[in-house]
């Protein structure tokens, strides 16, 4: 699609962009509303499952799809996957319980994992790695705007009307993306000749989900070292190797393992595993400190993250079009990796309003330096004809490490939440029940878990019910389990932070190869062959 005029380009973009802002409007909207949503289910003890099974179906979907598209081209994978999200929402929006929305959220995280690889890809088809640093900036930025949009609106909204709306009310537009890129995308024929590696999808998903399902359920339903955990770690692995074998038979490989070889795919998808671990493993807690320990309702808490999105969306812009103007970008990531580790940093410390906002601009111009990076890099690493399936593999190693890292930091909270619990409500200062009818006292300590503190009206209706001698007691316990769960929080921002300092050290390591300046010259011998030059029509690859 290089050959098409700037004019259908830029058409094909819109399309694109809409698409992307319609799965990730869906996405944002239900951010700060989350906690509130899972509260009126009486499904808290599920709370990062309803994280854990978007990454999950995402995940699957987005690797399957990569190698796809390049068979068959990215056009009715990305109708498939606005479909698959637009059914998705609509049946979320009408769970009656947290097991049927967990279930609806898969399906559709499946549509999100479909769109997410097929719309980076064809940015990649579109415009040769030198111009498209400006793209991915401005992809990036299309997220970022749905960030500040998206919290804001969705706290609004369940705090005004009923939740099941944030789900639906967003579904004319993607009527209007489906209907944009079945006019505007065009065609791509289909290749004689080609085989689907079935055996390779199959052994592939036999293989994350498992894994996954381990590192969610470790720690929470069953001990690190029990049977189960090991018994789906360990299928996990034998399932790997299979799927490692099948790779080096078939003929067209759903993962081809020769990219590993290229130093650049290897590295990049590594930190972007590593740093999401620390990232998304962190970033899912700020609705609970700001909501559960700030006591700030859906509504504000929603402006609270406010400027982190801002920041994070016009450092995005600014970053594409200097990548495209100086033909680098490691240098980007050196500089925001250690922004985005001070932001963090903060968040660890932070123990006021002010103190939040100021941590999460910080972190939000790290990230608009840093996230149009190393999908990037991988991209101009490789073969054009293997352009879907490098760009799956890097969003495969961002989802693994978003899921698992979500999963290690809910045990890290779990753990530290049951520790601060008991010390705060055993502690000298903790509210003394003793002198209370028993009945009241049961009812309220029936309050005593950070669930609570997300459905503020409740709290507030319950304090408002109460005789005037226990107003102050209830008070004082629910401070009380405020300042348990900042504490816990802030080890889970201390874990964050650890985390991205490694993906930090791993940056040194990217080696930068020159952005190309034209795709035609990708298909003939392909990336793993081509040396390492920065002239123009020319493949360069990192050993």
């Known amino acids: 699609m290089e050959h098409l005029t700037l004019k259908r380009k830029i058409t094909i973009m819109i399309a694109i962009m809409a698409a992307m802002f319609f799965a990730a409007i869906n996405q944002t909207i239900t951010s700060t509303a989350m906690p509130r949503i899972i509260a009126i289910l009486d499904g808290m003890d599920y709370y990062t499952w309803t994280i854990n099974i978007y990454l999950l179906t995402s995940t699957i979907a987005t690797i399957l799809v990569g190698k796809l598209s390049d068979m068959f081209g990215r056009k009715p994978f990305i109708l498939i996957g606005i479909l698959f999200f637009m059914v998705g929402a609509f049946l979320t929006g009408t769970s009656t319980d947290v097991y049927q929305f967990i279930i609806y959220r898969g399906i559709q995280g499946i549509g999100?994992?479909?769109?997410?690889?097929?719309?980076?890809?064809?940015?990649?088809?579109?415009?040769?790695?030198?111009?498209?640093?400006?793209?991915?900036?401005?992809?990036?930025?299309?997220?970022?705007?749905?960030?500040?949009?998206?919290?804001?609106?969705?706290?609004?909204?369940?705090?005004?009307?009923?939740?099941?709306?944030?789900?639906?009310?967003?579904?004319?537009?993607?009527?209007?993306?489906?209907?944009?890129?079945?006019?505007?995308?065009?065609?791509?024929?289909?290749?004689?000749?080609?085989?689907?590696?079935?055996?390779?999808?199959?052994?592939?998903?036999?293989?994350?989900?498992?894994?996954?399902?381990?590192?969610?359920?470790?720690?929470?339903?069953?001990?690190?070292?029990?049977?189960?955990?090991?018994?789906?770690?360990?299928?996990?692995?034998?399932?790997?190797?299979?799927?490692?074998?099948?790779?080096?038979?078939?003929?067209?490989?759903?993962?081809?393992?020769?990219?590993?070889?290229?130093?650049?795919?290897?590295?990049?998808?590594?930190?972007?595993?590593?740093?999401?671990?620390?990232?998304?493993?962190?970033?899912?807690?700020?609705?609970?400190?700001?909501?559960?320990?700030?006591?700030?309702?859906?509504?504000?808490?929603?402006?609270?993250?406010?400027?982190?999105?801002?920041?994070?969306?016009?450092?995005?812009?600014?970053?594409?079009?200097?990548?495209?103007?100086?033909?680098?970008?490691?240098?980007?990531?050196?500089?925001?990796?250690?922004?985005?580790?001070?932001?963090?940093?903060?968040?660890?410390?932070?123990?006021?309003?002010?103190?939040t906002i100021v941590s999460l601009i910080i972190f939000g111009i790290g990230l608009g330096l840093g996230m149009p990076v190393f999908s990037l890099a991988t991209q101009n690493a490789v073969s054009h004809k293997e352009l879907g399936v490098v760009t799956a593999s890097t969003q495969l190693f961002r989802n693994l490490g978003g899921t698992i890292g979500i999963a290690v930091m809910g045990t890290v909270m779990s753990n530290s939440l049951t520790k601060n619990l008991k010390e705060a409500l055993q502690s000298a200062s903790a509210p003394d029940f003793s002198k209370l009818d028993p009945k009241l006292a049961q009812n309220m300590l029936s309050f005593a878990n950070p669930q609570t503190l997300m459905n503020k009206p409740l709290v507030e209706k319950t304090e408002a019910g109460l005789p005037d001698q226990a107003k102050q007691l209830f008070a004082q316990m629910i401070d009380s389990i405020r300042d348990a769960l900042g504490n816990t929080l802030s080890t889970v921002f201390l874990t964050g932070t650890l985390v991205l300092v490694v993906a930090l050290l791993l940056v040194f390591f990217l080696k930068e190869l020159p952005l190309r300046s034209t795709n035609q010259a990708q298909g003939e011998a392909g990336a793993a062959s081509e040396p390492a030059t920065g002239r123009p029509g020319k493949t360069v690859t990192a050993e």
């Open 112 to 355: 999100a994992g479909i769109i997410q690889s097929t719309a980076f890809t064809a940015v990649g088809d579109l415009f040769p790695p030198r111009e498209r640093g400006k793209w991915m900036g401005l992809m990036t930025a299309v997220f970022g705007f749905s960030s500040v949009l998206g919290p804001t609106l969705g706290g609004y909204l369940v705090d005004h009307i009923d939740w099941h709306w944030l789900f639906w009310i967003f579904l004319p537009l993607g009527i209007v993306a489906f209907i944009m890129i079945m006019m505007l995308f065009p065609k791509v024929d289909k290749k004689k000749g080609q085989h689907i590696d079935y055996w390779g999808s199959l052994f592939l998903t036999t293989t994350i989900v498992p894994l996954l399902l381990a590192f969610s359920w470790a720690g929470t339903e069953y001990p690190w070292g029990s049977w189960q955990i090991l018994s789906l770690i360990g299928g996990a692995v034998v399932s790997a190797l299979i799927f490692i074998f099948v790779e080096t038979q078939v003929k067209e490989p759903i993962l081809p393992l020769h990219l590993f070889k290229n130093g650049v795919v290897t590295i990049s998808n590594i930190i972007g595993f590593i740093m999401n671990f620390g990232l998304m493993g962190a970033m899912i807690y700020i609705s609970f400190y700001v909501q559960g320990v700030l006591a700030i309702s859906p509504t504000y808490a929603g402006y609270v993250t406010l400027p982190m999105s801002l920041c994070m969306v016009i450092t995005s812009a600014i970053t594409g079009q200097l990548i495209a103007k100086s033909g680098k970008y490691k240098r980007f990531a050196l500089i925001g990796m250690p922004i985005m580790i001070i932001g963090m940093g903060i968040m660890i410390f932070m123990n006021s309003l002010w103190m």
